[in-house]
């Protein structure tokens, strides 16, 4: 299935002079990693306590292309110039658990969705993640398989938000796009674990 992880590669090569422009200039990794997290975070909170003000809504699919940007170069800077640490690994999965959340939380006050269907999405999202990570703690690879990762979740999200800006008011037929998110996570999740499992049971 193609998703936005399948086009990375390309995504990052567009990406590689700036990155090399940032290590020549001594941004690391880490920094970039905990920039995008805090930027996260803020927008977050700035959409979930003004959620009538319905253009603030257009800075989501620009500050989810710009953080993905920002995701790709963190790796690159990490693996390309020898930047590699435990405390990037670390930083580089809970940062993004952290900034999903923050960028997603604000829907619960968005019609015509249903608060706790929004909640459930972000509790199965953050799972689909800890899925991914449990692989490579067993010997497997970090898993990013599944119809809904972390980028495709970014686009769809964005796009509320641009929806949302421009029209004013999202269609009530939308209200079924949540439960239908939380399907699609479950079923990455789904296919994280017994992908993992079986490339565990292959290097046996």
């Keep these: 299935m193609l998703t936005l992880y399948t086009i990375k590669p390309k995504f990052q090569a567009l990406l590689r002079p700036l990155t090399k422009w940032l290590a020549a200039g001594g941004i690391t990794a880490n920094q970039v990693t905990v920039v995008a997290a805090l930027v996260s975070v803020a927008l977050g909170v700035v959409l979930l306590l ?15 292309f710009l953080r993905m940007a920002l995701n790709a170069i963190d790796g690159m800077l990490a693996r390309e110039f020898n930047q590699k640490s435990d405390l990037g690994a670390y930083l580089n999965e809970l940062s993004d ?38 692989g490579a703690t067993l010997g497997a690879s970090r898993r990013y398989d599944g119809p809904l990762g972390k980028s ?8 509320l938000g641009l929806w949302l800006a421009i029209s004013g008011e999202l269609p009530h037929w939308l209200a079924w796009l949540m439960p239908i998110l939380a399907l699609l996570i479950s079923v990455t999740i789904y296919k994280r674990v017994s992908n993992g499992l079986a490339e565990l049971n292959d290097n046996k």
């Design 50 to 64: 003004n959620p009538e003000s319905i253009l603030l809504f257009a800075l989501l699919p620009v500050w989810m």
């Design 97 to 134: 658990v952290v900034a999903d959340a923050a960028l997603f939380i604000p829907f619960v006050f968005v019609s015509p969705f249903n608060a706790g269907w929004v909640i459930v999405v972000i509790f199965l999202a953050t799972l689909s993640e800890f899925a991914g990570m449990q």
């Design 152 to 159: 495709d979740r970014a686009l769809i999200f964005g796009a």
